[in-house]
């Protein structure tokens, strides 16, 4: 088993950049993919980025491609959004999630973390 915590949001204005981190608890952390979804108010949760046990294989949804870097280290069981260039629709709830498959769905994930709020101002 896991437990999950965010950290690093903020309010940030448009063009600015925030990295997000998401601390994990117990000793198979490195064993785990792990993803970051978000969910804006009245929006579905959707996908962000994911990135496979070993750090190597990631995967970014297109929206954010070329702006946000997925990364981890697992000595420090942490993974870690770097957020570039952000903009106003980029506003949302961030989740990480581990699970085994470098998926795309929410239900690729068993575990969650609370959640860490990104405002982005234009």
């Known amino acids: 088993q896991v437990q999950l915590v965010e950290s690093g949001g903020g309010l940030v204005q448009a063009g600015g950049s925030l990295r997000l981190s998401c601390a994990a608890s117990?000793?198979?952390?490195?064993?785990?993919?792990v993803g970051w979804f978000r969910q804006a108010p009245g929006k579905e949760r959707e996908f962000v980025a994911a990135?496979?046990?070993?750090?190597?294989?990631?995967v970014h949804a297109d929206s954010v491609k070329g702006r946000f870097t997925i990364s981890r280290d697992n000595a420090k069981n942490t993974v870690y959004l770097q957020m570039n260039s952000l903009k106003p629709e980029d506003t949302a709830v961030y989740y990480c999630?581990?699970?085994?498959?470098?998926?795309?769905?929410?239900?690729?994930?068993?575990?969650w973390g609370q959640g860490t709020q990104v405002t982005v101002s234009s």
């Open positions: 990135i496979s046990w070993n750090g190597g294989p990631t």
């Open positions: 999630a581990a699970g085994y498959d470098l998926g795309y769905h929410s239900n690729d994930y068993g575990y």
């Open positions: 117990g000793r198979t952390f490195s064993s785990y993919t």
